[in-house]
């Protein structure tokens, strides 16, 4: 690939998930689903048979091969083809780069093969209640004994942990003493662990099919061999891992941005208002080149992160960063226009749009919301590394 120009390969990789989407989003199972606010279990497994689950994974671990730019384009045609259940799809890996990037080999050959091939979900469990971005003050500790870890503490916003999780990837203290720089590690703690309960964290906005809930360890005794990446070394991997998956949030909040544009653009274009189409009037034509223009930068900003984290040894963590904040936005502004380009069918369900509207909130504000991106980006500039 040349920059910001697909190669054949990414064409297939598109088209392959655009036949996927017609195939399995089909608008009564997919209402069905949402009445329910059930996980789409059918269409991730079929959508791990099909590859589209760790493709970035090594073959030996069932993955393709691929990268973080293949991995994104999947993310964003996932969520362009339904906010909702393109969403859990993309987020059925979530945390596993971690073990893919800094796994031992034992713990990459024991749990990437079980994401890919859609036998488990891959839970985080970072931050606790009270203290959201502010992982510094995390309190859940893992103190060894022989040849385990003892952790004992309560994560909340915990993605997928519920019944289909296979482990839980822990931030713990395991150092009392040191700087927080130096006090944390990662540890994955097997989800059938004598010790651990989950509950729901409830009711939400959006993204109401992927269980998010409160995990609480209680003397739960994890193998040190457990340990992902170095001990005490814990903040500095999740800034790698953050970095990687602001990437793939912007891609989704790009395909959610595309797919609400999609609708509206459909519905002006067969409604009529006041004895002509809704798409002939001039002020309807300005909305699409607003919401357009949003999309096309959005897409250039996620594409050029998503190819410095492949080509550049030493990223930064700006590029990331930006696309996110900037693809939330912009996704969010292009939700809200195209609810308005339905008028007071965008309120409804049936229409979809605004299921879109509330899934993409998720992507500003987890992994970092807007704030936080915001500060990532001004220390880099701040440090020289500028523009």
Same mark, same amino acid.
Request: hydrophobic share 40%; glycine share 8%.
């Given at each position: ?181 130096? !006090? ?5 703690? &097997? %989800? ?9 964290? =409830?009711? $939400?906005? *959006? ?89 096309? !930068? ?5 594409? &050029? %992160? ?9 990223? =930064?963590? $700006?590029? *990331? ?67």
């Amino acid at each position: 690939m040349t920059f910001l120009q697909l190669d054949k390969t990414h064409k297939q990789i598109q088209k392959a998930v655009s036949d996927f989407i017609k195939g399995e989003f089909k608008k009564e199972i997919l209402e069905e689903i949402i009445e329910q606010y059930s996980f789409p279990e059918d269409i991730w497994k079929k959508a791990c048979e099909l590859g589209l689950i760790g493709m970035h994974y090594p073959e030996k671990y069932s993955g393709q091969g691929l990268g973080i730019f293949e991995n994104v384009l999947v993310a964003q045609s996932l969520c362009r083809g339904d906010s909702s259940v393109g969403g859990c799809l993309v987020m059925a890996g979530h945390g596993a780069e971690l073990i893919l990037r800094q796994g031992s080999p034992e713990l990459k050959q024991a749990w990437l093969p079980k994401i890919a091939q859609g036998q488990i979900l891959s839970s985080t469990a970072f931050t606790e209640p009270g203290i959201g971005n502010d992982l510094d003050m995390c309190c859940t500790t893992a103190k060894k004994e022989n040849d385990h870890y003892i952790i004992n503490g309560t994560k909340t916003f915990a993605m997928n942990a519920g019944p289909l999780a296979g482990f839980y990837l822990v931030l713990c203290r395991t150092d009392q003493a040191a700087p927080s720089d130096k !006090a944390f590690s990662i540890i994955l703690v &097997q %989800a059938d662990c004598d010790g651990i309960t989950c509950t729901d964290v =409830g009711a $939400k906005l *959006g993204r109401r099919l992927m269980d998010i809930s409160q995990v609480q360890f209680d003397q739960v005794k994890v193998p040190l061999r457990n340990l992902i990446g170095q001990e005490n070394k814990g903040m500095a991997i999740l800034d790698d891992f953050f970095n990687e998956t602001r990437v793939i949030a912007a891609a989704q909040a790009l395909g959610m941005a595309q797919g609400a544009f999609d609708r509206a653009l459909a519905h002006v274009k067969q409604r009529e208002q006041f004895g002509q189409k809704i798409v002939d009037f001039q002020i309807t034509r300005q909305k699409i080149a607003d919401m357009a223009t949003k999309i096309e !930068a959005a897409k250039l900003m996620t594409y &050029q %992160a998503a190819w410095q984290l492949e080509n550049i040894k030493k990223p =930064g963590l $700006k590029t *990331g960063a930006m696309a996110k904040l900037f693809a939330a936005r912009a996704a969010f502004e292009v939700c809200d226009e195209a609810i308005q380009m339905f008028g007071g069918y965008g309120y409804m369900q049936e229409y979809e749009v605004e299921r879109f509207y509330r899934d993409v909130k998720m992507v500003d504000l987890f992994d970092g919301s807007k704030v936080m991106q915001k500060d990532i980006i001004a220390a880099e500039l701040i440090k020289g590394k500028g523009i």
